[in-house]
Nanobody, 116 residues
Framework: QVQLVESGGGLVQSGGSLRLSCTPS????????MAWYRQREPGKEPELVA????????IYGNFAKDRFTISRDDAKNTLYLQMSSLKPEDTRVYYC?????????WGQGTQVTVSS
């Protein structure tokens, strides 16, 4: 079982920036793709923000392509999501995700609130 611990959420003004972090309990970056999802409210389908694969390739949700950057620091065993030009509609709970075939793990989520 892999635990994912997120941090970095909070309250920010529109146009501001935040960086989210996710640290897995094991070194899985070479075996699992890592991603950030976000969810408007419980029960709603989470939407993909960005995913990074073991070979370093990245994909982004359309809303995230120009403002968000996913990265990882293998030495620190930490996944990041740098968010800039934040908008009130980015207010969500953001979740870290790790996936390899049927092995899928989720973090507990971190709240991001963007005030107008």
């Amino acid at each position: 079982q892999v635990q994912l611990v997120e941090s970095g959420g909070g309250l920010v003004q529109s146009g501001g920036s935040l960086r989210l972090s996710c640290t897995p309990s094991q070194n899985i970056f070479t075996t699992h793709s890592m991603a950030w999802y976000r969810q408007r409210e419980p029960g709603k389908e989470p939407e993909l923000v960005a995913r990074i694969f073991p070979d370093g390739r990245t994909i982004y949700g359309n809303f995230a392509k120009d403002r968000f950057t996913i990265s990882r620091d293998d030495a620190k065993n930490t996944l990041y999501l740098q968010m800039s030009s934040l908008k009130p509609e980015d207010t969500r709970v953001y979740y870290c995700n790790a996936a390899r075939y049927q092995d899928i793990f989720w973090g507990q989520g971190t709240q991001v609130t963007v005030s107008s």
